[in-house]
């Protein structure tokens, strides 16, 4: 069974920019959760889609959103990048938590 | 914010048992504890979980205190790559709910 996979594992940014990150949850679980990992804090929860829809979000203003598509596949998007959104985003498989093994996003 | 508390770090010699406390005085009735670790550049692992017995698998061994309110996650034989950060939580078993994470214990095995 394959795990939760991630893409990219790395991407470097400029402020301003926009930045898509991916995730495919493990192979018939329909719940997708996003946390924002900064370096030396804990991991914050950002947003959970199930059955194609947003079902919960944390403290994170708007320029932070995602979707999820039929196949369950999620994408997290990042608008008008700022320099701490510098950080290790993770994606987890379902509530339980098989978690991917992120995409570290650097802003310059 | 996290329900938890859990000590910032703990060394541990290897070959050695590790034994990381965590105490979550607020738990409710239907809450479990749940333990994961973090490597280096990883995501999150799961390691075990349980609500009132004591629970063991092959990564390690869950002690609950019969009131609920701490539990020691067991690493039975460490070994160097073991270290890692240790995150316990509290949530419900049913029901989709977010994993609230705290601070965590960074747990260095030295050889």
């Known amino acids: 069974e394959a795990g939760v996979t991630q893409s990219p594992t790395h991407l470097i940014k400029t402020r301003g920019q926009q930045v898509t990150l991916r995730c495919s949850p493990i192979?018939?679980?329909?719940?997708v959760y996003w946390y924002q990992q900064a370096l030396g804090l804990g991991l914050q929860f950002l947003l959970w889609?199930?059955?194609?829809?947003?079902?919960n979000r944390g403290n994170f203003p708007p320029r932070f959103s995602g979707r999820q598509f039929p196949n369950y596949s999620s994408e997290l998007n990042v608008n008008a990048l700022e320099l701490e959104d510098s950080a290790l985003y993770l994606c987890?498989?379902?509530?339980?938590?098989?978690f991917g093994d992120g995409t570290r996003l650097s802003i310059l | 914010d996290a329900k938890t508390t859990q000590p910032p770090s703990m060394d541990c010699a290897e070959g050695r048992a590790a034994n990381l406390p965590c105490n979550h005085s607020?738990?409710?009735?239907?809450?479990?504890v749940y333990w994961y670790r973090q490597i280096h550049s990883q995501g999150p692992q799961y390691i075990i979980h349980?609500?009132?017995n004591n629970e063991t698998n092959e990564m390690a061994s869950l002690i609950i205190t019969e009131d609920r309110k701490s539990s020691t996650l067991i690493l039975p034989h460490a070994t160097l790559r073991d270290t890692a950060v240790y995150y316990c939580?509290?949530?419900?078993?049913?029901?989709?709910?977010?994993?609230?994470f705290g601070q965590g214990t960074r747990l260095t095995i030295n050889p």
């Open positions: 987890a498989s379902e509530a339980f938590g098989h």
């Open positions: 192979s018939g679980h329909t719940s």
């Open positions: 889609y199930d059955e194609g829809e947003e079902r």
């Open positions: 607020t738990i409710s009735g239907n809450e479990y």
């Open positions: 349980g609500l009132k």
């Open positions: 939580i509290v949530r419900p078993f049913q029901g989709a709910q977010k994993l609230v």
